[in-house]
């Protein structure tokens, strides 16, 4: 059974870094996409960043690109967002998500994603 638990949300000041993490279990995710979401309070689900894990393939959304980046762990099975220059329009809860589908960069975003975790809170304070 395939379970994806996100972690290290939590309050931070603008301007500062958070660093959240994926642990992946129940597969082996060498051929997976994984993607990284966030649904702000009154907000649809949107799309932040996803990585290929078999290719490092990365693709970011725009407000994403410069300040986070998206990087996988194979010995620990985990992917990461480290997320610098933090926003209070980036508060949400993120969750991490895979799907087995694969395409390139730009077609990351609208992947089949099958699997999610429960997703961890970031509050950036102003």
């Known amino acids: 059974q395939v379970q994806l638990v996100e972690s290290g949300g939590g309050l931070v000041q603008a301007g500062g870094s958070l660093r959240l993490s994926c642990a992946a279990s129940?597969?082996?995710?060498?051929?997976?996409?994984m993607g990284w979401f966030r649904q702000a309070p009154g907000k649809e689900r949107e799309f932040v960043a996803a990585?290929?894990?078999?290719?490092?393939?990365?693709y970011y959304k725009g407000s994403a690109k410069g300040r986070f980046t998206v990087s996988v762990d194979n010995a620990k099975n985990t992917v990461y967002l480290q997320m610098n220059n933090l926003k209070p329009e980036d508060t949400a809860v993120y969750f991490c998500?895979?799907?087995?589908?694969?395409?390139?960069?730009?077609?990351?975003?609208?992947?089949?994603?099958?699997?999610w975790g429960r997703g961890t809170k970031v509050t950036v304070s102003s």
């Open positions: 998500a895979s799907t087995s589908s694969a395409g390139g960069a730009s077609s990351l975003a609208a992947l089949p994603y099958d699997y």
């Open positions: 129940g597969r082996t995710f060498s051929r997976y996409v």
């Open positions: 990585i290929s894990w078999s290719t490092s393939t990365t």
